[in-house]
């Protein structure tokens, strides 16, 4: 069974870092591009970043390039999102999710991890 | 960017209804748009990709047309299961872009 498993958020000050980590199995993980959606409380869905199963090409959302960085571990089957300069408007569930058709970058997402709630507060 | 607009933001329907939702792209996309579910407090999950290819192990009373600008989505016979709100999101380019939802219910 495909599963995702992302940890790492929590609540933040507004410009502080957090560091997400989503761990995937049941599928070569390697030959999968991957990436991240997030959700604002009550509002809809929002595409942030995606990796190429290489790590050879990366594409961010506008509002969070120069601040978050996705990265991955293929030996360690393990999807990573660097989120720095953190705002208010970054208060979201974060979710892990895979490009399942597998080797290029197709943007069909599934599945998705359960999600991680990050909070930018003070 | 290319932005998705979705309509309604809200249907309400009896059991057994047929029920279709509409997806507009700003640009062409091809055939390059995807339909997700989310229920309630769950993550999303797919059903539709490539505009009518129906995703492995989601119920044929979920359908998928369009090309170019112009989506939609059906549900044949509404289940009460069905309860959920469904994106369009087209993956034609970067940035990848959702529609604003739409919220069915059961009347």
């Not at chain 1, 599928?27 to 999968?32: G, L, M």
């Not at chain 2, 539709?48 to 059906?74: C, H, K, N, W």
Request: glycine share 10%.
């Amino acid at each position: 069974e495909v599963q995702l498993l992302e940890s790492g958020g929590g609540l933040v000050q507004p410009g502080g870092s957090l560091r997400l980590s989503c761990e995937a199995s049941g599928f070569t993980f390697s030959t999968h591009a991957m990436a991240w959606v997030r959700q604002a409380p009550g509002q809809g869905l929002e595409w942030i970043s995606s990796i190429s199963y290489s790590a050879d090409t990366t594409y961010y959302a506008a509002s969070v390039k120069g601040r978050f960085t996705i990265s991955r571990d293929n030996s360690k089957n393990t999807l990573f999102l660097q989120m720095n300069s953190l705002r208010a408007e970054d208060t979201a569930v974060y979710y892990c999710v895979d490009d399942f058709r597998g080797n290029g970058m197709y943007g069909w997402f599934d599945p998705w991890g359960q999600g991680t709630l990050v909070t930018v507060s003070s | 960017d290319i932005q998705m607009t979705q309509s309604p933001s809200s249907v309400s329907a009896s059991v057994g209804d047929r029920v279709t939702i509409t997806c507009r792209a700003s640009q062409g996309i091809l055939s390059r748009l995807a339909w997700y579910q989310q229920k309630p407090g769950k993550a999303p999950k797919i059903l539709i990709y490539e505009a009518s290819t129906l995703q492995s192990g989601v119920p044929s009373r979920f359908s998928g047309s369009g090309s170019g600008t112009d989506f939609s989505l059906t549900i044949s016979n509404l289940h009460p299961e069905d309860v959920a709100t469904y994106y369009c999101q087209q993956a034609k380019s970067f940035p990848l872009t959702f529609g604003g939802g739409t919220k069915v219910e059961i009347k």
